[in-house]
């Protein structure tokens, strides 16, 4: 646990401040690592978790509606923001997002500027680049490991869903058996039910690095350069150059949202990528505080 909780200023901070989670993109409920280290920072009483319409029990929950996950939207995440700002006008606002949650976080904050009631953000492996990250994942190896593992995943979950995703009436369901990589199931599923025309048009209008220049916010970005699923060429290099706003930090090893602490694996709840938010956190509000 992060020993800057005992402090006054830390501990005044988190009792009157909403930390909004943006879990990564979830084919199977229940992968809540992040959020068990989150609550050991004590903040799970204001500790709001937005997840994606990918989420199986979204679809559980709301049987009538047809939609699937989409890397880019941000409809939700705005939606709850102003929801926060209705109720709660003189709360402090700060969100992490990992993986697509963290590409999702940062294109909304580009969309936004200043205009955000957000105080700062955090993303955790963000894909940032879909166009370079699905031509990570076509490499033969890494597609027959991971591609097919997400793969397999997004299949089942949309013939789990098929009632409910076939209302749409683009999904191509007829054609399914061609589906063998993410980019396929984006092809017939993921473009077809937000309206693109092509997948490119999907990857180019759901990439957040082409909104970084207009983040208004401080953000910082954490990547690892070992990253199985995100490749070096996603990770937005120029931003701190074009933005003074973000703060680009990669690390040779973390892999995908883990940034171990040790190779020890009875530790696996420490991650650094824990320590650095919470502290990135704890020196905005300071230095905010004090302007």
Known sequence: MYSGLSSPQFAFWIATSYLVYLHRKSI??????????LIDYRISDNLLI???YGNALFLMRFPKTPMSYNAGQTHDLRSLLKHIGKTHPDVPLYAIGYSLGANILV??????????????????????NLHEANKFMKEPLRN????S???????????RHKAVLSQSGVVDYDNFHQIRSVPDFDEFVTRRLFGYATVEDYYSDASSDRLLHNVGVPLLLLSALDD?????????????????NVLLVTT?????????????LLHFRKSLMDDVAMQYFTAVAQLQESD
Do not use: C, W
Request: charged share 20%; no cysteine; hydrophobic share 40%.
């Open 107 to 128: 294109k909304y904050l580009g969309e936004e500027g200043a205009r955000t009631p957000l105080k700062a953000a955090v993303a955790v492996s963000s894909v940032h």
């Open 144 to 147: 027959m490991f991971y591609g």
């Open 50 to 52: 937005l997840e994606s």
């Open 28 to 37: 199977h409920y229940g992968n809540t690592q992040e959020l068990e280290n």
């Open 228 to 244: 199985p699923i995100i490749p070096a060429a996603a990770i937005p290099y120029d931003a701190p150059e074009r933005n003074p």
């Open 252 to 264: 040779n090893s973390g892999g995908h949202v883990a940034f171990m602490t040790d190779n020890n």
């Open 149 to 159: 593992i997400m793969t397999s995943g997004l299949k089942r979950f949309a013939l």
